[in-house]
Nanobody, 122 residues
């Protein structure tokens, strides 16, 4: 089993930055695909960004391209999401996910974190 713990969420003004972290426990995920999702109130959970095991393949949703950067540190069993130029529409609970499928995709991951709240004030 893999347990994922997100951190780094909070309240920030529009135009500001935050860095989210997702650390895995219970198993090393250095060969796993990892991804970030978010869910705003009353909306479905949406894919934000994904990264393959070595970081060579990264994908961002159109809504965050040029503003968010996904990365990982396999030595720390941790993935990051650097969020810049934040907008009010980025307000959501952010979740990390992972599995050993080897493919970055927009749904269907086996392991999920509990989420961290990001609130952007305008």
């Amino acid at each position: 089993q893999v347990q994922l713990v997100e951190s780094g969420g909070g309240l920030v003004q529009a135009g500001g930055s935050l860095r989210l972290s997702c650390t895995a426990f219970g198993r090393t995920v250095s060969t796993y695909t990892m991804a970030w999702f978010r869910q705003a109130p009353g909306k479905e959970r949406d894919f934000v960004a994904g990264i393959n095991w070595n970081g060579f393949s990264r994908y961002n949703s159109d809504s965050v391209k040029g503003r968010f950067t996904i990365s990982r540190d396999n030595a720390r069993n941790t993935m990051y999401l650097q969020m810049n130029s934040l907008k009010s529409e980025d307000t959501a609970v952010y979740y990390c996910a992972t599995d050993d499928s080897g493919v970055v995709r927009i749904r269907g991951y086996d392991y999920w974190g509990q989420g961290t709240q990001v609130t952007v004030s305008s």
